[in-house]
């Protein structure tokens, strides 16, 4: 018997998932939760076969849990399950040493099939994200414009950056600049949005 956890923020996706999953006579779900942190706690609690785990979830994302469970040498498999045939996942993904990496709009059986694969020792890619990670873009970005970017997205005004990186605010402001002037963005915000559309923050 294969023993699952599904992670999946969007209920109506989850529940349904996890219905055609039971009938399944060699799978058994174990939990279904909604975000992130109930994930880590269902897979510490539960020590599951399989963890199939959405990539964008409140609290902590599908990559934090996978990254968590590899720290902790956990011998769960792990699937990532996406909307988005993005590049920078994509690496992230293959960086974390996940098992699976899906679309969700592919067929329930292949996403099945996929969990009885990765059981066996397999790796199994969505050719769409496969063919993804062929056109994958270098990230411009060095480590502090990263840092500024990340800080802007949790809110961070310019003197709060500064006060704990304990840089002058011109500093901070030319960070800025240069990583919006690389992104071609037109706002600090617009150049987070770009920088985690791309899998860069």
Request: charged share 30%; aromatic share 6%.
């Amino acid at each position: 018997m294969i023993r699952v956890v599904i992670a999946e923020d969007q209920q109506m996706l989850r529940g349904a998932f996890a219905s055609l999953l039971k009938f399944e006579s060699d799978i058994e779900v174990l939990a279904e939760v909604p975000d992130g942190r109930q994930a880590w706690e269902a897979v510490q609690r539960l020590k599951p076969d399989v963890c199939v785990l959405d990539i964008e979830m409140p609290y902590a994302s599908g990559l934090d849990v996978a990254e968590q469970i590899r720290e902790a040498h956990l011998p769960c498999k792990i699937m990532i399950v996406t909307t988005f045939a993005r590049p920078g996942y994509l690496q992230k993904a293959i960086d974390a040493q996940v098992d699976g990496y899906l679309l969700k709009d592919e067929p329930i059986d292949y996403l099945i099939e996929a969990i009885r694969r990765v059981m066996k020792g397999e790796r199994v890619i969505s050719t769409d994200l496969a063919a993804a990670l062929f056109m994958k873009e270098e990230n411009p970005l060095s480590e502090r414009e990263i840092e500024m970017l990340r800080l802007t997205k949790e809110g961070m005004t310019t003197s709060e950056i500064s006060k704990k990186l304990f840089l002058t605010k011109g500093t901070v402001r030319n960070y800025l600049s240069s990583a919006i002037q690389k992104l071609e963005a037109e706002s600090r915000q617009q150049a987070v949005n770009i920088a985690e559309e791309k899998g860069w923050l």
